[in-house]
C-alpha cells in the first residue's frame, strides 16, 4: 500500500498502538509518586479505549499488550522485569484485552453505520441532483447528454453516446432500459414502437456488481420518467399542432366559401342582366353593371392575391430581395392603388421631405402599406378622412394610418393582426378578410420591423403604425461594394 493510497484510519491503525502506551507510561510515570500503582493502570485502560475507538480491534489488541507490558515494565514490582508477582497484574492483562475486543467490535461496528448513513446520503444526494438535472431537459438530445454526465458522476464510468442498433426491440416496458455485454453497459432510450431511438455506452472501470446494478436501475428509472414527459410533451405538441390547423383549415373554408361568393354572386347576377335584359337596358344601366361586375373581379383578385401572400408566407417561401427605394416612390404606388378604393374619402399625405432611403423588399413593403390603407379605406365612412404620416425616431422610421372610422377598443388591439380575426359593425362598414393586417405584420416582421395599434388623436378612429429599421452607413455602404 503507497503512502498516496493511505487514508486517515490506516495512519491511525499504524500509529496509536504504539503512541498511546507510550504517553500513557509517560503519564504513569510523572503520577507514580502520588498515586498507587493499581491506579495508574486506568490511565493505560483510557489508552485502549482511545486506541479501540478510533481505530479496529487488532491494533486495540495490540495496544492492549503493549500497555500491559508497559505497566507490568515499569509500575509493578519487582520493577524493569516482565515477572508477575500477583494475581491482580493477570487480572489487568485479561482486563485490559477484553476491553479492547469490546470497545473495539463496538467501535467497528459504529463505524460501518456511519459510514453507510454517509453512503446513503450521498446517493440520496446523487438520486436529486439526477432528477434535477433531467427535468430541465426539454428535448432528447439534451436529456440523453445530462443522462450520461450523470452516470459518470454516479457511478465513476465512462459514457459516450453511441448510434443504435435499429433491430434491438425493448424487453422491457419500460421507456429507457439497460443492459450488460462482455464489453459495458448499454443504455436504450427506446421510441414510441420499442425500437431503440439512442444509446449510451457504458465503458465499466471494474466488474458490474450488485451495487452498480441497483444503481443503474434507479437512475434508469428517473431517465425514464423524464423521457415519457418529453415523449408525451412532443405528442402534446403535435396534437396541439394538428387542432390549430384543422381549425386554420376550417376558418379558411369558411371565409373562402363566405369571400369568394359574394363577390362571384354580384359578378354573375351582373353579367345574366346584361346577357337577359340587353335589350331592354339603356346604356347607364349597361354601365352600372359592368362597374359593379370590374369593382366585384378587382375586389375577388384582391381576396385571392392575400391567400396567396399568406400561402406563402406560412410555408415559409417568402424571400427578400432588398434595394434602396424613396419612401416617397413607395406612397405614390399605394395611391395610385388605392384610388379606385378612395371614391370620397379624403386622404391627406404628411411626409418630411429630408427621410433617409429605406433598404427594403420594395413590393413587399409597398402590399403591407397599401393592405393597412385599404383596412382603413374600408372602416371609414363617407366624406371621412385618412392620414398618412411618417416619421423618424433614432434608427426607426415609422408610418401611421389614421383613419376616422369606430376606433379599436385598447383591449382588441392586438387581436387586430391575427389571421381570419375581423370586428363586427353590423351593415354600417364591410366586412375584411382578416388576411390584409396578418400579411402586413409577417410582412414587416420579416424586415425586422412591427407594427402596432397605437392610441388615435382626438376626432380620429383607429392609427395603425409600421415602425421599419432604417439601415446605417455602415451598411449602406457594404451593400454598395
Known amino acids: 500500500m503507497t503512502l498516496q493510497k493511505l487514508t486517515r484510519k490506516d495512519l491511525l491503525c499504524f500509529t496509536l498502538p504504539w503512541l498511546t502506551p507510550l504517553v500513557a507510561t509517560g503519564l504513569a510515570l510523572l503520577l507514580a509518586s502520588v498515586m498507587p500503582a493499581a491506579n495508574l493502570a486506568l490511565i493505560y485502560l483510557a489508552a485502549v479505549l482511545v486506541t479501540a475507538i478510533s481505530t479496529r480491534v487488532w491494533p486495540a489488541l495490540v495496544c492492549a499488550l503493549l500497555s500491559f507490558a508497559a505497566y507490568n515494565f515499569f509500575l509493578t514490582e519487582p520493577r524493569y522485569s516482565l515477572r508477575m508477582l500477583h494475581r491482580e497484574d493477570a487480572l489487568t492483562a485479561a482486563l485490559l484485552a477484553m476491553v479492547a475486543l469490546i470497545t473495539g467490535q463496538m467501535a467497528g461496528r459504529l463505524s460501518e453505520q456511519v459510514a453507510a448513513l454517509r453512503a446513503s446520503e450521498r446517493w440520496n444526494e446523487q438520486q436529486m441532483a439526477c432528477a434535477r438535472a433531467l427535468s430541465v431537459c426539454v428535448d432528447r438530445t439534451t436529456l440523453i447528454k445530462a443522462f450520461a454526465v450523470q452516470l459518470e458522476e454516479t457511478l465513476d464510468w465512462?459514457?459516450?453516446?453511441?448510434?443504435?442498433?435499429?433491430?434491438?426491440?425493448?424487453?422491457s416496458p419500460r421507456t429507457v432500459s439497460w443492459h450488460e455485454d462482455p464489453g459495458g453497459v448499454n443504455v436504450l432510450f427506446h421510441g414510441s414502437r420499442g425500437e431503440a431511438a439512442n444509446t449510451i455506452r457504458l465503458s465499466a472501470t471494474e466488474p458490474t456488481s450488485a451495487w452498480h446494478r441497483e444503481r443503474l436501475d434507479v437512475l434508469v428509472n428517473l431517465a425514464s420518467l423524464a423521457w415519457g414527459r418529453i415523449e408525451l410533451g412532443e405528442s402534446l405538441k403535435q396534437e396541439t399542432l394538428d387542432k390549430e390547423r384543422e381549425q386554420l383549415r376550417s376558418a379558411l373554408l369558411s371565409s373562402v366559401s363566405h369571400d369568394l361568393r359574394t363577390p362571384l354572386s354580384t359578378m354573375i347576377g351582373s353579367v345574366s342582366s346584361l346577357i337577359d335584359l340587353s335589350d331592354s337596358l339603356d346604356a347607364s344601366q349597361r354601365a352600372e353593371l359592368l362597374d359593379n361586375t370590374l369593382t366585384e373581379a378587382r375586389r375577388l383578385d384582391r381576396y385571392i392575391q392575400k391567400l396567396l401572400d399568406m400561402t406563402r408566407l406560412g410555408h415559409g417561401e417568402l424571400s427578400l430581395d432588398r434595394d434602396w427605394i424613396g419612401l416617397d416612390d413607395l406612397i405614390s404606388v399605394v395611391i395610385r392603388r388605392s384610388r379606385p378604393l378612395l371614391k370620397d374619402i379624403e386622404l391627406k399625405i404628411d411626409i418630411p421631405p429630408d427621410l433617409p432611403l429605406l433598404h427594403v423588399h420594395p413590393a413587399l413593403i409597398e402590399q403591407a402599406l397599401f393592405n393597412v390603407l385599404e383596412n382603413a379605406i374600408r372602416f371609414s365612412p363617407a366624406n371621412g378622412h385618412i392620414r398618412l404620416q411618417a416619421l423618424q425616431d433614432?434608427?426607426?422610421?415609422?408610418?401611421?394610418?389614421?383613419?376616422?372610422?369606430?376606433?379599436?377598443?385598447?383591449?382588441?388591439?392586438?387581436?387586430?393582426?391575427?389571421?381570419?380575426?375581423?370586428?363586427s359593425h353590423g351593415d354600417q362598414y364591410a366586412a375584411g378578410t382578416g388576411l390584409g393586417l396578418a400579411i402586413c405584420r409577417s410582412i414587416v416582421a420579416a424586415h425586422g420591423g412591427r407594427t402596432s395599434v397605437e392610441d388615435s388623436a382626438p376626432g380620429d378612429g383607429a392609427r395603425v403604425r409600421?415602425?421599419?429599421?432604417?439601415?446605417?452607413?455602415?451598411?449602406?455602404q457594404e451593400d454598395d461594394l
Open 158 to 171: 465512462y459514457a459516450r453516446s453511441v448510434e443504435p442498433d435499429a433491430t434491438t426491440l425493448s424487453a
Open 466 to 476: 409600421i415602425s421599419l429599421p432604417l439601415a446605417t452607413p455602415t451598411t449602406m
Open 394 to 423: 433614432d434608427n426607426w422610421l415609422h408610418l401611421d394610418v389614421s383613419d376616422s372610422g369606430p376606433g379599436i377598443a385598447p383591449d382588441k388591439r392586438a387581436q387586430v393582426f391575427d389571421m381570419f380575426h375581423t370586428f
